[in-house]
């Protein structure tokens, strides 16, 4: 956990007006995978992308059951601000355990359903959105990178057996 806590030391040192607000931005956008379930609903409205949307909120529910039910009660890991108590969060401290990222996960998710889809350009504009998320979780001390990781990996799976999941179904009719 060394290098760990070194790299997110050394994101502190990044810190200025512009980039906190940036950042508590960014943040503030997977709070609740809100980005993602807006963007859900929206494709699950339009005739055109309605079974994109399908294949996107089957992956972000397989994303919660996987990050949120299963593995962060299982590993149980702490936050790094509880380590380094030394540090003063720019945002209200999650009270979940710490890995996998859920923001990340959840980001992860969607642009791997997108991308899984064919929706390949629309899944590299979001997939920026993502990895600003992700980032800003390690930027605001509320995840180790390994976390950050551990999320990418739960949200790119997730977003495959989404598209699988839904594959299938689809195939049985």
């Not at 551990?150 to 049985?172: D, E, F, M």
């Amino acid at each position: 956990m060394g290098i760990e806590f070194q790299f997110l030391d050394y994101l502190q040192t990044l810190h200025t007006p512009l980039a906190d607000a940036v950042m508590i931005a960014a943040s503030t956008l997977g709070n609740g995978g809100i980005l993602w379930i807006l963007l859900t609903i929206i494709l699950l409205c339009i005739p055109k992308t309605r079974t994109i949307g399908i294949v996107m909120a089957v992956s972000l529910c397989i994303d919660a059951l996987l990050c949120n039910v299963i593995l962060k009660p299982m590993i149980a890991r702490i936050r790094p601000y509880h380590v380094n108590t030394a540090i003063e969060l720019l945002v209200r401290p999650p009270r979940d355990y710490s890995f996998p990222s859920g923001h990340t996960a959840a980001s992860f998710a969607a642009v791997a359903a997108l991308y899984f889809t064919g929706q390949k350009k629309m899944g590299r504009i979001f997939l920026i959105a993502a990895i600003l998320i992700a980032f800003s979780r390690m930027y605001l001390y509320i995840h180790y990178p390994t976390d950050i990781l551990g999320g990418i990996l739960v949200g790119v799976l997730s977003g495959y057996l989404g598209y699988v999941l839904t594959q299938k179904i689809k195939n049985r009719k």
